[in-house]
């Protein structure tokens, strides 16, 4: 429906509401379609609004093309989710649409066959500070528009190609659009796009795809930058070339050169030398990367160049084209002219990175894999699997045996004897009731678990099979579904007698095995995060000296009654020991260390005691996930961990109280524990403890339940 442009915004949406009354099952259409969803605000809105407004953005280039001249031309759509045409200028259609073009060319004949784009569309920036100039790369401006057809647009670049272009060369037209829906308080939505042609016709054979948006997505979880509207690493390449350098650092903002180093972070050898790494943008705004950890083991490449069905085109290029630029990124201690922390051999091209430094030959060599081999995940490993098979006995009163298996990766029994000397250990871990672990007193522990180690007492077998008796005993008045996990470890020496020896340790999968302790029907626990998802940023998380690997293992001991008591008296920080101990329940220690810096905000910390004394300050922690906006460390998005719609209310029944004594509630319950983890001003603990009753419990569902005015998904949307 078209309207002129003298109407109102509001005489237009109170015509439309007309219009669209008793449309319900348009919007209902929409959200089976996928947008909006429950984390956009756009889904608690009136459906009416939602028909009229049609929230969401989406832009596709259709063409491009350069004349002989160098004048470059692109025809673009501009649509919403469903493919229904947006008005650019806001008039016919709600909100305008800001749209910016960049054009950029992958020059043939680049050293050692790199694929680095050379942007056309550039300005020139001043520093105040160094009064260097430098030309970087960027969008067009001053071009000119005209509409085809609704929501059909043809953009002519003021900028040309210069004389003598390349017209057999790949180009690539880039578009990041933003669409203004503040006025019906449905925020701003962003996409991009990215266009690849060969200006005299012929097929496109040569790209830039090194790594996909969606690796980056899995820890940002969608990739937001310089306000938000840069969406792909797709479009972010065709600024981020060699040609452009920050003159106020002189730091190159090249995508491989910047986003190793930033990833890189504390881990930086010249920031560990007492250097920093900044890059200062827009506006002067100094961002400053030095204090970022990355959440995996920096030397796991793999994380952000995936491999597998989805990867990228050119994935393995980490491996097949090493270069001065990427690897001196992070190693940032290598002078290549000098040969400086290069073995002393100069370097002052590419030509020759390869001839040492191949895709992979052994492991800890000069090979591009072997130099970045994790010692733990050595591939010359024996291995160590574990599983538990059954359990026997296990009923209230009784001390359960266990039948299990401890074998290596070639499937051969590992002597028991093998684990009664330190590093190496196994563990029978038993927890219950799976409703909720802890405050269960199970032997001499009160703490919800009992851990034993069979490795003395074990019966096996030489194929590895092994039963174990419990010294203690299951409660005599337990009911309901039990658990054992078993855990270990196993020392290994990598490369023994060699310059490059090196002791390490690495852990088995844990597994878990749930068994009924009154003849009722096995219930496991509830799954609310799963490891897969810890991975997605941790690359391999394990914990608690390569012993603790999966969820549900974590989940025994890290339970309602577990706190660092044990340990807060030998901090090697004096001042922690006397202290009153801090929780290490899952739900609560996990949203406490991901709120980590934001913490600091709510004048509160978070620190635990570990094995050894040792102290770990979670306030450093930056979470990595990007806002709309591109702000780092936006916690709305509980899905990013959370399975099974875990993070809504209510909670399952049943479940315990949280022992808290560093917290504004020393005994909160399981949902004031968790919210109050991120939300932990004292208005917030105060507002928990009002709607909570010693006799009853949380009413947090009243409020804050899957259908509330206040529920978890809608107060936190985006």
Known sequence: MRMPSSVSTAARIALVLLLVVGA???????????????????????????????????????????????????????????????????????????????????????????????????????????????????????????????????????????????????????????????????????????????????????????????????CHDELAFHGGTRRS???????????????????????????????MGSSLPSVQAGGQYQIIGHNQSVADYSTVAFPADVRRCESCHEQGTNAATQATRFMTNPNRAACG??????????????????????????????????????????????????????????????????????????????????????????????????????????????????????????SEDPSRRAQCSNDGVCTYTFTAKIPADATGTYTMGIEGRRAFVLQPGTRKEVDTEYG????????????????????????????????FLSLHGENRNQVEQCVLCHNPSETDVARRSTATVASERTLPPQSVDLALMIH???????????????????????????????????SPSGSVGDLRNCSMCHVNGSEQLPLQEGLKAVTDPQGLIKTAGKATAACTACHGTRAAASHALVNTTEQLGESCDVCHGTNADFSVNKVHAQ
């Open 24 to 218: 319900v099952s348009l919007i209902s259409a929409a959200k089976r379609q996928g947008f909006p969803t429950v984390h956009d605000k756009a889904y608690y809105a009136d459906p009416n609004l939602v028909n009229f407004v049609r929230p969401g953005l989406a832009v596709k280039i259709q063409s491009a093309e350069i004349a002989a001249d160098g004048t470059i031309k692109t025809r673009v759509k501009v649509t919403d989710p469903k493919g229904l045409p947006l008005d650019r200028e806001g008039i016919t259609t709600p909100g305008n649409v800001s749209m910016s073009f960049i054009a950029a060319v992958v020059p043939k004949g680049q050293e050692r066959g790199q694929t680095k784009y050379t942007a056309y569309t550039t300005r020139t920036q001043t520093s105040p500070i160094t009064q260097q100039t430098a030309i970087q790369a960027g969008a067009d401006s001053g071009g000119t528009w005209t509409k085809l057809a609704d929501g059909d647009y043809s953009y002519t670049f003021r900028t040309k190609a210069p004389t003598g272009f390349d017209r057999n060369a790949t180009h690539s037209i880039g578009v990041y659009s933003s669409r203004n829906l503040t006025e019906f308080d449905m925020g701003t939505q962003y996409d991009d796009d990215v266009f690849n042609f060969v200006p005299d016709g012929s097929a496109v054979t040569t790209v830039h795809d090194v790594v996909k948006t969606a690796s980056c997505n899995k």
């Open 233 to 263: 690493v797709e479009l972010c390449n065709l600024c981020h070339t060699p040609q452009t350098v920050d003159p106020d650092t002189g730091n190159s903002v090249d995508m491989a050169v910047m986003s190793h180093k930033i990833h």
């Open 329 to 450: 990124s992070c190693h940032d201690n290598v002078n290549f002219a000098t040969g400086e922390n290069h073995v002393n051999l100069p370097q002052t091209s590419d030509a020759q990175c390869a001839t040492c430094h191949q895709p992979a030959l052994g492991e800890r060599d000069a090979s591009v894999k072997g130099a970045h081999v994790i010692p733990e995940h050595s591939e010359t490993r024996p291995g160590l699997a574990v599983d538990i098979l059954k359990v026997e006995n296990g009923t209230a009163g009784n001390s359960p045996t266990v039948t299990f298996t401890v074998k290596d990766s070639a499937g051969n029994g590992i002597p028991m004897s093998t684990f009664t000397t330190t590093p190496n250990r196994v563990a029978l871990v038993m927890a219950g009731p799976t409703v909720d672990y802890g405050y269960t007193k199970i032997g001499t522990a009160a703490n919800g678990y009992i």
């Open 508 to 539: 088995a999968i844990n597994k878990v095995f749930n068994f009924s302790v009154d003849g009722s029907p096995v219930v496991a626990r509830r799954q609310v995060v799963a490891t897969e998802k810890c991975n997605n940023c941790h690359g």
């Open 592 to 626: 406490k260390i991901h709120t980590g810096e934001h913490m600091k905000e709510q004048n509160r910390g978070y620190t635990v005691v570990g094995f050894g004394g040792a102290v770990h300050d979670f306030t450093e922690v930056r979470y990595p996930a990007l």
